[in-house]
């Protein structure tokens, strides 16, 4: 029986999610944890990778087990698990769905805040920028769900069979005081850093070292960027991940300072 298991990591601790010899990683924990509870080598396949300190408000894995046991796996699993790593829910499958190939959107979510806040550390990412131009920023947003060719933001695209990603949407929303920020980008794939890569040139933009039609030139004319330099990890969130038959409401709760209803967040 195919299961897809709904959970949530802060990922600030590992080395992103694929595993790897010699690090630790979210998925190395789960099959380990899962091993462990169902008493045999388990094995899973994620809805996609998040890099080294990369959180996920909601992620998906599908998992195969064969004969399933009478108990509660999601309370087993949940204690035995670290603290930062949540099992939300197991749901059972019809058929062979894909946990990766399957979804049709995936939702980022990158924090900024202005001032040191050792509240907000490894939750969002720090950038000593007081007096980022907002309005310059909002209008590259703006352009990305117009282009489709994003080689020129990725990190390796060379190892990508091609760099087109279809951006359904992209918005900026800043706080009251405009000293924390939240960029919201959905598309139909990613490329390896491509996010971080974004933000990195959005506050450039925000610094005045970039300008818009720079920024734009870059998707217009998608060749191999000579100079990339990623935004930092720790506000990064894989934030929403939408199957065909499967469109679930995240579970997590951000802690007030990243709380992303419109009370908080004004579009820029």
């Known amino acids: 029986m195919r299961y897809f298991v709904h959970?949530?990591?802060?990922?600030?601790?590992?080395s992103g999610w694929q595993k790897h010899a010699g690090v630790m990683s979210i998925q190395q924990v789960l099959e380990n944890s899962l091993s462990q509870v169902l008493k045999t080598p388990t094995a899973i396949v994620g809805c996609g990778r998040t890099d080294a300190k990369v959180?996920?408000?909601?992620?998906?894995?599908?998992?195969?087990?064969?004969?399933?046991?009478?108990?509660?796996?999601?309370f087993r699993l949940?204690?035995?698990?670290?603290a930062d790593i949540a099992i939300f829910d197991i749901i059972p499958m019809a058929g062979l769905p894909h946990a990766r190939f399957d979804a049709t959107q995936r939702s980022y979510d990158y924090?900024?805040?202005?001032?040191?806040?050792p509240f907000l550390n490894g939750f969002s990412s720090y950038y000593n920028e007081q007096s980022l131009d907002l309005h310059e920023m909002k209008k590259a947003v703006a352009l990305l769900p117009?282009?489709?060719d994003y080689r020129a933001f990725c990190k390796s695209p060379d190892r990508n069979e091609h760099t087109l990603c279809?951006?359904?949407?992209?918005?900026?929303?800043?706080?009251?005081?405009a000293d924390r920020i939240r960029f919201n980008i959905s598309a139909n794939r990613f490329l390896s850093k491509m996010i971080r890569v974004i933000v990195g040139r959005l506050i450039s933009i925000g610094t005045g070292e970039m300008s818009v039609d720079e920024f734009e030139q870059n998707l217009i004319k998608?060749?191999?960027?000579?100079t990339i330099s990623p935004a930092h990890p720790q506000g990064l969130y894989l934030s929403k991940v939408t199957y065909p038959y499967l469109d679930l409401p995240?579970?997590?709760?951000?802690?007030?300072?990243?709380?992303?209803?419109?009370?908080?967040?004004?579009?820029?």
């Open 78 to 82: 949940n204690k035995i698990l670290p």
């Open 146 to 148: 117009l282009y489709h």
């Open 111 to 117: 924090f900024i805040h202005t001032y040191k806040d």
């Open 166 to 177: 279809h951006v359904t949407s992209a918005e900026l929303f800043a706080c009251k005081n």
């Open 222 to 226: 998608p060749q191999n960027a000579q």
């Open 250 to 268: 995240a579970r997590s709760v951000f802690t007030k300072l990243l709380q992303t209803d419109l009370d908080t967040w004004q579009n820029v």
């Open 55 to 74: 959180h996920a408000s909601q992620f998906f894995f599908h998992v195969d087990i064969d004969n399933p046991r009478e108990f509660d796996l999601l």
């Open 7 to 14: 959970l949530g990591y802060h990922g600030t601790q590992y």
